[in-house]
């Protein structure tokens, strides 16, 4: 089984600060993660990935992600924040399906994490 | 590059009328393709995936059901719907990779 928690379900920066959302994993062997972003009534964005290459992954955007085995962390960062980032951010872990011909992936999301950046 | 369609954007319907949202996927082939729901504060809930053609897969017994009737178009439907079907509800396609693509989303409504 395989589960995402998110630390933080609001967060508040001020513009020009830094960012940090915090996400922990649990899964049974080596997962991929991602963080998705949602602006209001829209579908969700991938931001970045993670498959098992550099423990530190760049996305879109400035925000970066740094896979941590030993903590099994992946927090999501942001040297420095801005309006249009206010969103909320998924952290997420995939797995495999079984039993359907060609496979498919399960995306098991966390509970979001709602940031607002203020002037 | 691969594009995907949500339709209609928004709906407003009444309880016990039928439901139909369509999905399509243009610039690939074969997609894995997905129904979301995303209820408000309950985050994003898997109702069905499809790998091919007439293959659905079934997540939450619930009174929705979906189709797959070509190869990128992905369709969820109820004949009956409830109070408790209104939420977001989100169409996601994935190729070679583990990430899932998303389109824009379906504000259902349901009075």
């Known amino acids: 089984a395989q589960s995402v928690t998110q630390l933080d379900s609001h967060v508040s920066v001020s513009e020009g600060t830094p960012v940090l959302l915090r996400c922990n994993y649990s899964?049974?062997?080596?997962?991929?993660l991602f963080w998705y972003v949602q602006h209001p009534n829209k579908g969700l964005q991938l931001l970045l990935k993670?498959?098992?290459?550099?423990?530190l992954v760049k996305g879109i955007n400035g925000f970066e992600a740094e896979f941590k085995k030993s903590e099994t962390s992946f927090h999501l960062t942001k040297p420095s924040a801005h309006m249009s980032d206010a969103a909320e951010y998924f952290c997420?872990?995939?797995?495999?399906?079984?039993?359907?011909?060609?496979?498919?992936?399960?995306?098991?999301f966390g509970t979001g994490t709602q940031l607002k950046v203020e002037l | 590059s691969q594009t995907i369609h949500q339709w209609p954007a928004t709906l407003v319907q009444p309880v016990g009328s039928p439901l139909s949202l369509e999905c399509t996927v243009e610039?690939?082939?074969?997609?894995?393709l997905y129904w979301y729901r995303q209820a408000a504060g309950r985050g994003l809930q898997l109702l069905f995936y499809?790998?091919?053609?007439?293959?659905i897969s079934s997540e939450v017994p619930q009174n929705l059901s979906a189709s797959r009737p070509q190869d990128r178009q992905f369709i969820l439907s109820s004949k009956k719907l409830l109070l408790s079907d209104s939420g977001f509800y989100l169409c996601?396609?994935?190729?070679?990779?583990?990430?899932?693509?998303f389109g824009p989303g379906t504000r259902l409504t349901v009075l």
């Open positions: 996601a396609w994935s190729g070679g990779g583990n990430e899932q693509f």
């Open positions: 997420v872990v995939s797995g495999s399906y079984k039993g359907l011909t060609g496979g498919g992936n399960k995306l098991t």
């Open positions: 993670y498959t098992s290459a550099a423990t």
């Open positions: 610039g690939t082939s074969n997609p894995n």
């Open positions: 899964s049974s062997y080596s997962p991929s």
């Open positions: 499809s790998v091919g053609i007439g293959q």
